[in-house]
């Protein structure tokens, strides 16, 4: 597994925000018992940065926490039995996707959910993992489906709200 991880502002967590964000990402793959090695972009910006990408791909016109920018489609969130193996990298990795993080979201909402920074940081991770492995939440069942998912993938690493 590869992540890419590119700092577009200062970094003020305490904590090791790169070992977490790869702890997250192996466990998510893990978790989901995804079968291929993979590549991850993640990108760790401001709100101005994030709003800009907001509107310009969703056409929403705010900040926001996160964004995924998931590489493949899939008939089914969590069935990889159709993805091409011929789709990856020179590394021999399969592009899975971008994940972008508004730092400011992340402090903001640690304060705001009264829990850990890295709580925060780690749950969005593990969200937008589940967005590029083909979940969404769009409605209660697929919603209930990914809370479940990140709370799992987060107990399974023992970060937890009281963190």
């Known amino acids: 597994m590869t992540l890419l991880l590119e700092e577009e502002v ?20 893990a ?6 090695e993979v590549e991850v972009s993640m990108v760790l910006t401001d709100d101005a940065s ?11 016109d705010r900040a926001t926490d996160v964004l995924s920018f998931p590489m493949l ?6 069935d990889y039995s159709e993805i091409d193996e ?15 993080i508004s730092v400011e979201h992340v402090l903001a909402q640690a304060e705001e ?12 991770i593990a969200h937008s993992m589940l967005h590029l492995l083909g979940y969404d939440h769009m409605s209660p069942e697929e919603a209930s489906i990914m809370e479940k ?8 690493l023992h970060i937890t709200r009281e963190e």
């Open 10 to 29: 200062e970094i003020p967590f305490s904590f090791d925000y790169k070992q977490v964000a790869e702890d997250v990402v192996k466990q998510t793959l």
């Open 31 to 36: 978790f989901e018992e995804f079968p291929y």
């Open 50 to 60: 994030i709003h800009q990408l907001n509107q310009e791909f969703r056409h929403m």
């Open 73 to 78: 489609s899939y008939a089914t969130a969590g």
């Open 86 to 100: 011929n789709i990856c990298s020179d590394s021999g990795e399969i592009l899975l996707g971008d994940i972008v």
């Open 113 to 124: 959910f009264g829990h850990s920074q890295k709580r925060e940081f780690a749950f969005l």
């Open 149 to 156: 998912k990140q709370t799992k993938i987060l107990e399974l």
